[in-house]
């Protein structure tokens, strides 16, 4: 696979740099270059220690040219299950990693809410200067995702002005073949600029789709981002997710995963704090069963003093479902004054279930107030008896109990319409109704 992959980018790197220009065309050879130089990374890796790339690389993925468009065939009644229910919202639409225009609603109007491949043309500078500014060293698939990606969306939000109405971006995958796909998103936000953005990757068939996915928020001075991932794919699918958030002065980002199904689901989420009284949330819930497999790598960089970061990761794993969360936060030395705090807590739900987890703290300075934990346990014997002597039959108790847990991850989800689908979502996967009445 990596050798299609290369073969690939060397067919079309003249074409690549056409439509990006040299500055970025530079960047993407040395990606590249990158990407060959380390390969795939394994379990001997720290950072993947516990999650193996293995079948995916020996999957004989179809690896389409970045520049082909094939035919879907989806109509709006395929999809209509998957948007927000009664929203007024914009919507960016792309099927096995190609735009889909008259499934989509987009706009120019006071701020961009469109595509990447739109925005080479109309806004190259800017990309030129976000599109990855730098070139990480062990990251081999962020490396390979910026030699070839050219699709996905891109939000430009000017100072002082606030998106109104939410953002729905969707990557649905099709087709009976196994398909690889290489997408990346783009966020520019300026001085005082709002958005709420809400993303998705589903495959609408059970063919074992690969997505190597990226997304860069560059968030200006008193900005705020609200972005929430709603990971629930099929069970063959693998989603490789790496989010990259660049932070001013007074700024909020709020980043909330839930990862909810798929084969194997990856979520790498960096943050760098580098102006004064910038604040980072990052929250996630993750429900799994049978052997589906999920991880969360987190790193917050607190590089000034007074900036604050919360980090809460809830796990709910059942059958033989394992779980991996590795997150880290780093204070400089002259980061004075930081809030930071990290906990991640799970539940297993059966036996054979397992979750490997590991909070860090590094700190150099020394006037901080920092925390950060985990658990991992069972559910409540004398909790779930409560219930249960109430009246409540055992599997909605169980319900009730597991939600409460759950909470936490929850809590940061304002947009009522997107909190109705991820209670339906859950409902699902707990057997039950979390209906108003619940």
Not at 274 to 301: E, F, P
Not at 331 to 351: E, F, G, S
Request: aromatic share 8%; net charge negative.
């Amino acid at each position: 696979m990596k050798d299609a992959l290369s073969a690939l980018f060397t067919l079309h790197e003249d074409a690549l740099a056409r439509e990006s220009g040299e500055g970025i065309a530079a960047r993407r050879r040395a990606a590249m270059e990158a990407f060959e130089k380390t390969g795939f990374p394994t379990k001997k890796w720290e950072s993947w220690k516990y999650t193996s790339l293995k079948n995916a690389v020996n999957t004989p993925f179809v690896i389409r040219s970045p520049f082909e468009a094939a035919a879907h065939g989806l109509e709006f009644k395929d999809i209509q299950a998957y948007f927000l229910d009664e929203v007024d919202a914009y919507r960016l639409v792309f099927v096995n990693g190609v735009y889909s225009s008259w499934l989509s609603s987009s706009t120019h109007q006071g701020y961009d809410v469109c595509t990447l491949g739109s925005a080479w043309q109309k806004n190259r500078p800017l990309l030129s200067a976000q599109f990855c500014p730098e070139l990480p060293s062990d990251e081999p698939l962020y490396n390979l995702n910026t030699a070839l990606a050219r699709e996905g969306a891109f939000v430009h939000v000017p100072k002082n002005t606030t998106v109104e109405k939410p953002i729905q971006v969707f990557y649905f995958t099709t087709g009976d073949a196994p398909l690889a796909s290489q997408v990346r998103n783009i966020i520019v936000m300026e001085s005082g600029a709002r958005a709420e953005i809400i993303e998705r990757h589903q495959a609408l068939s059970t063919a074992a789709h690969w997505t190597n996915a990226v997304t860069e928020i560059v968030a200006g001075p008193n900005s705020q981002v609200r972005y929430t991932k709603l990971q629930n794919d099929e069970e063959t699918a693998t989603l490789i997710d790496h989010t990259r958030v660049v932070q001013s002065a007074d700024s909020e980002v709020i980043v909330n995963t839930f990862s909810l199904g798929g084969k194997m689901t990856r979520n790498d989420l960096q943050f760098q704090l580098l102006g004064n009284n910038a604040t980072a949330h990052l929250h996630g819930l993750t429900l799994i069963h049978g052997t589906q497999h999920v991880d969360h790598k987190t790193r917050v960089d607190h590089a000034v003093p007074h900036c604050t970061s919360e980090e809460v990761y809830k796990g709910l794993f059942d059958g033989q479902s394992h779980g991996v969360f590795n997150g880290q936060i780093n204070v400089r030395p002259h980061a004075q004054k930081t809030l930071a705090y990290q906990h991640n807590d799970n539940l297993l739900l059966d036996d054979r279930a397992t979750v490997d987890t590991k909070p860090q703290l590094e700190i150099f300075a020394d006037d901080v107030k920092c925390s950060h934990g985990c658990t991992v346990g069972q559910l409540d014997e004398e909790n779930l008896f409560y219930l249960r002597a109430r009246g409540i039959p055992e599997k909605e108790a169980r319900a009730l109990l597991m939600l409460a847990f759950a909470n936490d991850a929850l809590s940061h989800v304002h947009l009522p319409a997107l909190e109705r689908k991820l209670l339906e979502l859950i409902g699902r996967k707990l057997g039950v109704d979390l209906g108003a009445d619940f």
